[in-house]
Structures are given as structure tokens and as C-alpha cells.
């Protein structure tokens, strides 16, 4: 069954940059679609950013600061996150889109941003 495995989460000072990975288990001809969700206390949960193919897709929010990128050797997608904001705090959760497995999430990651 797909499983993902992230890794990268951490504490960074504000303005700071921080690059999540997401490994998954099953190759990435399999996959029709990956990103990464990010869920606060008390806020709604956010789509970040999807890469799909060749095309990404961000939430506003995050536009010109993030970049999900894909290394298909690894079967492993990056999300490389820079100008980090007091806001940016989170758990960051990546998901695979199967086309067999269906959507699969990674363990979450959190990511703590210092003043």
C-alpha cells in the first residue's frame, strides 16, 4: 500500500527558510498528484501546494515564497519554503494521490517559526 514518510520540520527564525520532503513508497508513475495540507490550532486547514505533472498549483498565501518540486529517482517531492512568516506555523501533512491506492497522507511534520 502507498505509505509516505516526511521529514524536514523544525524550528527557523522568522524570514528564515526550511525545505520539507515526502517519500513515497510506491513510484511516481503511480501517483496522479502530490502536496502538502498545513493545519494550525484554531484555523481551518489550508491546501499548500500541489504539484501535479509538470504543473504546481499554491495557496495564495504562500505564493512566491514557496516551491513544491518533485524528484522522481526518489519518488520523493520537496516543498522548499522561504521568507517564513509568524503565520507559517503548522503542521504540515503531505498527501499522495494514487491511482490504484487512492489519497494517502504522510504523519505530519511541524514546522515552528521564532520571532
Known amino acids: 500500500q502507498l505509505q509516505l514518510v516526511e521529514s524536514g520540520g523544525g524550528l527557523v527564525q522568522a524570514g528564515g527558510s526550511l525545505t520539507l520532503s515526502c517519500a513515497a513508497s510506491t513510484s511516481w508513475f503511480r501517483i496522479s498528484a502530490m502536496g502538502w495540507y498545513r493545519q494550525a490550532p484554531w484555523k481551518q486547514r489550508e491546501l499548500v501546494a500541489t504539484?501535479?505533472?509538470?504543473?504546481?498549483d499554491y495557496a495564495d498565501s504562500v505564493k512566491g515564497r514557496f516551491t513544491i518540486t518533485r524528484d522522481t529517482a526518489k519518488n520523493t517531492v520537496y516543498l522548499q519554503m522561504n521568507s517564513l512568516k509568524p503565520e507559517d506555523p503548522a503542521v504540515y501533512y503531505c498527501?499522495?494521490?494514487?491511482?490504484?491506492?487512492?489519497?494517502?497522507w504522510g504523519q505530519g511534520t511541524q514546522v515552528t517559526v521564532s520571532s
Open positions: 504539484i501535479r505533472g509538470g504543473s504546481t
Open positions: 498527501y499522495a494521490d494514487g491511482f490504484r491506492s487512492g489519497v494517502q
